[in-house]
């Protein structure tokens, strides 16, 4: 009979420690799905792990057992009591204070994080500018799921095809709102990311992302109609796949051809692309 989770026992928060909404503070509190992060990120006593928001420590207790070094990033101060006395405990810990969108990584060889709301998807993006091996983040399911769907699945779009370019993405298991102290509005999920070389080459990543933004703003249309300003005769060879069907290395090679023939690709609104994403954000499990 499988355990419930529900009779487990909380981790304990310190009475001294107040949830910031601004900072998107939401504590999983749930000791066997943080073992299970660690597990799925496969750490070993060789690894630099980095972890970005280690809050009241639970996870980066675990990690510090585990890992040959833990580097963990901090922005609230209010965590520094806790996390100073971790480091007394543990002599491979060390912890950054600051912005980790702004904070220059060290070099590290797995990341594992529960990564604020507001900040996951630039972060992530950040990580993939770095060499590491494997990683799981704990972050909201709908953008685990967009960033892990392959062509033809819900969600399937720009940041899919981005992230995908040099990582390899499962939603390893979901996370309840319940589980987390105080509960997010929504749900979460475990995203393992595993690195590799890159899929494809982009000539230049600008206005990929332009293209990118363009196309999948007509999704369910073939690619030689979803760029109706672009001349026919260039995209005779893309094919009658919708776009949101067509994997990411066709769609860079496409990118790739236009930029060489000096098509000018204008900017996507930030409201149109918002709008856009809430068409086709999977539905929750």
Avoid: C
């Avoid at 969600?155 to 992230?163: D, F, K, Q, T, W």
């Avoid at 390893?172 to 105080?182: N, S």
């Amino acid at each position: 009979m499988k355990p419930d989770r529900d009779l487990e026992p909380r981790l304990p928060i310190p009475r001294s420690i107040k949830p910031r909404h601004e900072h998107g503070q939401n504590f999983l509190t749930r000791g066997s799905v943080l073992a299970r992060e660690v597990e799925y990120a496969g750490v070993t006593a060789e690894d630099h792990v980095l972890e970005i928001g280690p809050g009241i420590g639970h996870l980066t207790e675990l990690l510090a057992a585990k890992a040959w070094h833990v580097t963990a990033i901090e922005l609230d101060e209010q965590f520094r009591p806790i996390l100073d006395d971790l480091r007394r405990r543990h002599d491979n810990l060390d912890v950054l204070w600051g912005d980790a969108v702004k904070l220059a990584f060290p070099a590290f060889t797995k990341v594992v994080a529960n990564l604020p709301y507001s900040v996951s998807l630039p972060l992530i993006f950040k990580l993939l500018e770095h060499e590491f091996t494997a990683g799981v983040l704990v972050i909201q399911e709908r953008l685990a799921r967009r960033l892990a769907a392959k062509p033809g699945q819900p969600g399937y779009s720009r940041i899919s095809v981005l992230a995908q370019q040099t990582a390899t993405l499962q939603v390893m298991e979901v996370v309840k709102a319940r589980d987390f102290h105080p509960p997010p509005e929504v749900d979460s999920a475990m995203l393992r990311l595993r690195r590799h070389r890159p899929r494809y080459t982009v000539t230049d990543r600008e206005f990929f992302r332009r293209f990118l933004d363009t196309v999948f703003l007509r999704r369910a249309l073939p690619l030689r109609q979803a760029l109706p300003d672009v001349p026919a005769r260039l995209l005779a060879g893309a094919g009658d796949k919708p776009v949101e069907a067509t994997a990411p290395e066709d769609l860079a090679k496409l990118a790739n051809a236009l930029h060489a023939a000096g098509i000018a690709i204008a900017e996507v609104p930030d409201e149109v692309k918002r709008k856009a994403q809430k068409l086709v954000a999977p539905p929750r499990r």
